[in-house]
T-cell receptor, first 111, second 114 residues
Framework: KAGVTQTPRYLIKTRGQQVTLSCSPI?????VSWYQQTPGQGLQFLFE???????NKGNFPGRFSGRQFSNSRSEMNVSTLELGDSALYLC??????????FGPGTRLTVL | GESVGLHLPTLSVQEGDNSIINCAYS??????FIWYKQESGKGPQFIID?????DKRQGQRVTVLLNKTVKHLSLQIAATQPGDSAVYFC?????????????FGSGTQLTVLP
């Protein structure tokens, strides 16, 4: 089985712009979660989608949003980018209740 | 809310020695725990997990110990190898309504010395 894939792998944006990141889960996995990873804050949970519905949400501002499609692929969007949004954004999918498989991440740099 | 902390941000061990990485969690409702390994430029990789009804679980060269009384878990790596050099995260999973939330520790950088 192919693993979790994320596109693009690297992205450079400027403040005020918006960005959309994409995640394709492992085939058959219906749950997709997104995380932000920074050196200072570590791994922080953004949100989880299951069967096209947001099931859980972390403590991030409304500029961060996501969605999931019927094929379980997911996108996350960040609007009005700030310098502090520079991070590695990780997507994880799972089939069973708990074990998650992570993708390689998208490295976002905001200038 | 849940917080998960690691006792040491960095750990250096000699090749062949055993490594022990510790982690503390705060939410007593956490009932599932996972250790991840993250190599540079890659996403976290599942190593081993343990449910709260167990206090020890062994894998290949790795053992996780869980002490629910003091809300502490540890990852032991036997005969540490250069390929074990990475950042190790613990994560605690707790039910939140109909879903579950995974809270990660800040990570320990393990360096294996030749």
């Amino acid at each position: 089985k192919a693993g979790v894939t994320q596109t693009p792998r690297y992205l450079i944006k400027t403040r005020g712009q918006q960005v959309t990141l994409s995640c394709s889960p492992i085939s058959g996995h219906r749950s997709v979660s997104w995380y932000q990873q920074t050196p200072g804050q570590g791994l922080q949970f953004l949100f989880e989608y299951f069967s096209e519905t947001q099931r859980n949400k972390g403590n991030f501002p409304g500029r961060f949003s996501g969605r999931q499609f019927s094929n379980s692929r997911s996108e996350m969007n960040v609007s009005t980018l700030e310098l502090g949004d520079s991070a590695l954004y990780l997507c994880a999918s799972r089939d069973s209740y708990n074990e998650q498989f992570f993708g390689p991440g998208t490295r976002l740099t905001v200038l | 809310g849940e917080s998960v902390g690691l006792h040491l941000p960095t750990l250096s061990v000699q090749e062949g020695d055993n490594s022990i990485i510790n982690c503390a969690y705060s939410n007593s409702a956490s009932d599932y725990f996972i250790w991840y390994k993250q190599e540079s430029g890659k996403g976290p990789q599942f190593i081993i997990d343990i449910r709260s009804n167990m206090d020890k679980r062994q894998g290949q060269r790795v053992t996780v110990l869980l002490n629910k009384t003091v809300k502490h878990l540890s990852l032991q790596i036997a005969a540490t190898q250069p390929g074990d050099s990475a950042v190790y995260f613990c994560a605690a999973s707790a039910p939140t309504g109909s879903a579950r939330q995974l809270t990660f520790g800040s990570g320990t950088q393990l360096t294996v010395l030749p």
